[in-house]
């Protein structure tokens, strides 16, 4: 079965620190990748996300993503985070073909603190 | 502004009452979608739909069940017969169902508890 995995449920960092949030994807011939973020009580806001060419894709708020189709994996990173960062984010994949539904991670609480 | 909205944003309901979540989408999209969120579970599909009059089970479908009369509105009902109705539900929707590239645009959710 198809299959997302966000190795992390939480990330506690400090404010100006680098992050990166991991994502692993059961393989296929053709993936379609996003991340999205959720703030508390909100719906999801799509941060980024991958079709096809550049493996580096840039987001808002200063987030980028790298897919790496050898190690099935698109990993989420930021520089230098701030507090208002601190929200639930979440990876997902759609895997094409047929398929058209999306499936999610389960998401991974990042927090930063001052 | 374009987007979709959702009301209530908190609903309470008793054991043994169907209640309705509503969803409103002003972005010309063909798609619909609900999900069910529950805490470190994710996003899990409900019902979607592809096209007006048209409506597919997800992976959750039982205890739930939705119309698509309209293309901006896609309503969903918890029955009595769902045994664990307490989550946050988010509705979504995108341009095209048959496309994966499609970016799902979401609602702002609504919580339901159950008293």
């Known amino acids: 079965a198809q299959s997302v995995t966000q190795l992390d449920s939480q990330v506690p960092v400090f404010e100006e620190a680098p992050v990166e949030l991991r994502c692993n994807y059961s393989?296929?011939?053709?993936?379609?990748l996003f991340w999205y973020v959720q703030y508390p009580n909100q719906g999801l806001q799509l941060l980024l996300k991958?079709?096809?060419?550049?493996?580096l894709v840039k987001g808002i708020n200063g987030f980028e993503a790298e897919f790496n189709k050898s190690q099935t994996s698109f990993h989420l990173r930021k520089p230098s985070v701030h507090i208002s960062d601190t929200a639930e984010y979440f990876c997902?994949?759609?895997?094409?073909?047929?398929?058209?539904?999306?499936?999610f991670g389960k998401g991974t609480l990042l927090t930063v603190n001052p | 502004d374009g987007g979709i909205t959702q009301s209530p944003k908190y609903l309470f309901r008793k054991e043994g009452q169907n209640v309705t979540l509503s969803c409103e989408q002003n972005?010309?999209?063909?798609?619909m979608y609900w999900y069910r969120q529950d805490p470190g579970q994710g996003l899990r599909l409900i019902y979607y739909?592809?096209?007006?009059?048209?409506?597919q089970k997800g992976d959750i479908a039982e205890g739930y069940s939705v119309s698509r009369e309209k293309k901006e509105s896609f309503p969903l009902t918890v029955t009595s017969a769902q045994k664990n109705p307490t989550a946050f539900y988010l509705c979504?929707?995108?341009?095209?169902?048959?496309?994966?590239?499609?970016?799902?645009?979401f609602g702002p959710g609504t919580r339901l508890t159950v008293l």
């Open positions: 979504a929707s995108s341009m095209l169902f048959a496309d994966s590239t499609d970016t799902q645009y």
């Open positions: 393989s296929s011939v053709s993936v379609y």
């Open positions: 991958y079709l096809s060419g550049s493996t």
């Open positions: 997902a994949v759609s895997w094409g073909g047929s398929n058209y539904k999306l499936t």
């Open positions: 972005l010309n999209h063909d798609a």
């Open positions: 739909s592809q096209i007006v009059n048209d409506f």
